[in-house]
C-alpha cells in the first residue's frame, strides 16, 4: 500500500511567486526520480501539499520539507495507508485555485477527507476553497454512506444533511428521525436525501461518526503541540484525551447519549489506526527511536482496546470515565504497547 501524507504550512515572509516555481521545479524532478507523486496547492500565504509514494520515501522527503525555511507553522493532516494514489500520473505540479480542475477538485477532496481537515489559520478564501473539500468531517462519514461523494457540492449537501439530522435528533430524539424529515430540513429532495442515507439508522451512523471525526482532529491538533520525549509522556498525553475521542456527542441528553452508543456508535478501526501513526510520527519528532516496524500496529491494537474499554464502561458507569484510576488503566495500556508489555 501506499502512504499519503497532506499537510498545510504557512508561506515564510517575502517568498516571491517565482520562488515557489523554482522550488516546485526542483522539487518535481527529485520526487519523480524516487516515485513521489502529489500536487502543491498554493494558496494565499499558505500552502496545502499532498504527497505519495512508498513509506520511506515520503518520510525522507517531508523530512526535507519540516527543515526548510521558506515555510513554518506545518501542521500534518493526514499521514496513512491508502490502497491507491489520487495523483499518480502527477509528479508535483503546482496549483492555485484558479488553476484548479475538476479532477484535481476530486482528487484533493478525496485525499483530505481522509484527514482532519486543513490548518484552522487559512484565509477566508483559502477556506472558501478547502472547506467544501474536507472540513473535519467527511473521512469517518463516508464510510457509512450509500453513495460516496465525488464533487465538492455533493459533499456539502451530505454535510447539510448529517447536521441537520444531528439536530433534530438532539430536540425530538433519535427514534423520531427520518429521512424525509431531514431532507426537508436541508431543504433538499428526499431523492437526493435517500442517494446518501437509506434509512434513519444511517443517518444517525453519520451523527456519531461526524463526532468522532471531530474528537480525531482535536486530538491531532493538540498532538502537534505535544512533546512526547518518554513513554510516560505519550501515555499521559493518550490518556489525557483519548476517553473523548472514542465517546457520544456531548451536546446530547445523557438518555440520547446512551442510545446512540448502544444502537449506532461503532469504532473506527481506520481512524485508530491513523492516530497511531500520528503518535508515532509525533515521537519521531521529538527524537524518539521508532525503529521497531511493528510500533504503528501496536500502538494501534492499544487504541483499539481502549476504545472498546470505554464503550463498555460508557454503557455501565459513565462517571468511572472521569476517575484518575480510569486515566491510569488506559496509561497503563499504551506503556504495554510502547514496551512491549500485556495490556494492564
Known amino acids: 500500500m501506499a502512504r499519503c501524507l497532506v499537510y498545510s504550512s504557512k508561506a515564510a515572509p517575502g517568498l516571491s511567486s517565482s520562488d515557489v516555481r523554482t522550488l516546485v521545479a526542483a522539487a518535481k524532478t527529485r520526487n519523480e ?3 513521489i507523486a502529489g500536487c502543491l496547492l498554493q494558496l494565499p500565504g499558505h500552502f496545502v501539499q499532498v504527497l505519495e509514494g512508498r513509506h520511506a520515501e515520503v518520510e525522507a522527503v517531508f523530512g526535507r520539507v519540516f527543515r ?54 487559512l484565509p477566508a ?14 473521512g469517518l462519514i463516508h464510510e457509512v454512506l450509500r453513495t460516496r461523494p465525488l464533487q465538492p457540492r455533493a459533499q456539502l449537501t451530505v454535510d447539510r444533511l448529517v447536521g441537520k439530522a444531528r439536530q433534530l435528533a438532539l430536540r425530538d430524539g433519535p427514534q423520531s428521525l427520518t429521512v424525509e424529515n431531514v431532507a426537508e430540513a436541508s431543504c433538499v429532495s428526499y431523492q437526493t436525501a435517500y442517494r446518501y442515507f437509506a434509512t434513519p439508522a444511517d443517518l444517525l451512523r453519520a451523527v456519531v461518526r461526524q463526532e468522532q471525526a471531530r474528537q480525531h482532529h482535536q486530538f491531532r491538533v493538540r498532538l502537534c503541540g505535544a512533546e512526547l520525549v518518554s513513554d510516560e509522556a505519550v501515555a499521559r498525553f493518550v490518556a489525557g484525551l483519548f476517553v473523548r475521542v472514542c465517546g457520544i456527542d456531548g451536546g446530547a441528553s445523557k438518555s440520547i447519549r446512551m442510545y446512540m452508543l448502544r444502537h449506532h456508535h461503532d469504532i473506527p478501526f481506520d481512524g485508530l489506526w491513523a492516530l497511531a501513526a500520528d503518535i508515532v510520527a509525533a515521537m519521531r519528532r521529538a527524537g524518539r527511536d521508532t525503529s521497531d516496524p511493528a510500533l504503528e500496529e501496536k500502538l494501534g491494537a492499544a487504541l483499539a482496546g481502549i476504545a472498546a474499554a470505554v464503550k463498555m464502561t460508557a454503557l455501565r458507569d459513565t462517571a468511572r470515565l472521569q476517575t484518575p484510576e480510569y486515566e491510569a488503566m488506559i496509561g497503563g495500556m499504551i506503556l504495554g504497547a510502547l514496551r512491549g508489555l500485556k495490556p494492564v
Open 68 to 121: 526548510d525555511v521558506r515555510h513554518h507553522s506545518i501542521a500534518v493532516a493526514m499521514d496513512q495507508r491508502v490502497s491507491g494514489r489520487l495523483f499518480a500520473t502527477r509528479g508535483m505540479d503546482l496549483m492555485t485555485q484558479s488553476e484548479l480542475t475538476e479532477i484535481d477538485l476530486a482528487r484533493l477532496s478525496d485525499a483530505i477527507a481522509r484527514s482532519r481537515g486543513p490548518d484552522p489559520d
Open 33 to 35: 526520480a524516487i516515485g
Open 125 to 138: 478564501e483559502g477556506w472558501r476553497l478547502l472547506e467544501p473539500l474536507a472540513g473535519i468531517k467527511p
